[in-house]
């Protein structure tokens, strides 16, 4: 099973991607954990990407795209994966389009979750007072949805034309989503 699953800052990404990459049995591949954890160890590519996560901006394409297909040479992605939070422009879905042609692999589905964008805001100023992310002060969080708006946000109508949108609704309990998730997932590639 090869995912994406997508969706606006505090749509519930990261919180859903490990249950459901242990769901289809593939690895949950997050390019904000593997940043956030290379700013933690102070890393190169952590000096590196540190002042424009706090900033609220993306990551340049090259440097992702690169880190992605570093991570999905990894023998344990050679079956499947669930990608969190990459593609967010379309150089990076070109790129992923490249990467899997040269090994004959196509994505199945590419999730979708849609939450009212005032709750979004609600809920990571609520993540801003428990886990004191960098970027999630109200200001960046307000530009990250603008950032997302304008580059990533027209990435559902690519992926929809080409049929692989599974769009699910994003509001109530974590573990409602889950069970959504899953189902609409299931429905969409036949399981
Ligand atoms: P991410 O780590 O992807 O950050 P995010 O968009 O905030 O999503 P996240 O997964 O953390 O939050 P979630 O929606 O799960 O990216 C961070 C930064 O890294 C980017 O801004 C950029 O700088 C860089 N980056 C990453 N990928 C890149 C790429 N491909 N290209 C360039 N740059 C890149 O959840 C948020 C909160 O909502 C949590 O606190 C959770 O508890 C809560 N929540 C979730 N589900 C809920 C529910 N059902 N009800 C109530 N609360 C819920």
């Known amino acids: 099973m090869?995912?994406?699953?997508?969706?606006?800052?505090?749509?519930?990404k990261g919180t859903q991607a490990v249950g459901i990459a242990a769901h289809y049995g593939v690895p949950a591949i997050s390019t904000g954990d593997i940043f956030r954890s290379n700013v933690k160890n102070g890393t190169p590519l952590g000096k590196q990407v540190d002042a424009i996560m706090k900033a609220g901006?993306?990551?340049p394409d090259e440097l992702t795209?690169?880190?992605v297909a570093d991570r999905l040479d990894h023998p344990d992605a050679g079956a499947g994966f669930l990608l969190d939070g990459f593609p967010r422009t379309m150089h990076?879905?070109?790129a992923l389009d490249d990467y899997l042609d040269k090994h004959g692999k196509a994505l199945d589905a590419v999730i979708c979750l849609d939450v009212e964008p005032e709750d979004l805001i609600a809920r990571l100023i609520k993540r801003a007072e428990i886990e004191k992310r960098p970027d999630d002060n109200e200001e960046t969080i307000r530009h990250r949805m603008d950032v997302y708006l304008e580059s990533t946000r027209p990435l559902l109508d690519a992926y929809e034309g080409r049929g692989l949108l599974v769009k699910v609704?994003?509001?109530g309990s974590v573990e409602e989503v889950s069970t959504r998730i899953a189902a609409a997932v299931d429905s969409a590639v036949g399981h």
């Open 92 to 94: 990076q879905v070109d």
């Open 57 to 59: 901006n993306y990551v």
């Open 169 to 171: 609704d994003g509001n």
């Open 65 to 67: 795209e690169q880190i």
């Open 2 to 12: 090869r995912l994406l699953i997508m969706g606006a800052p505090g749509a519930g």
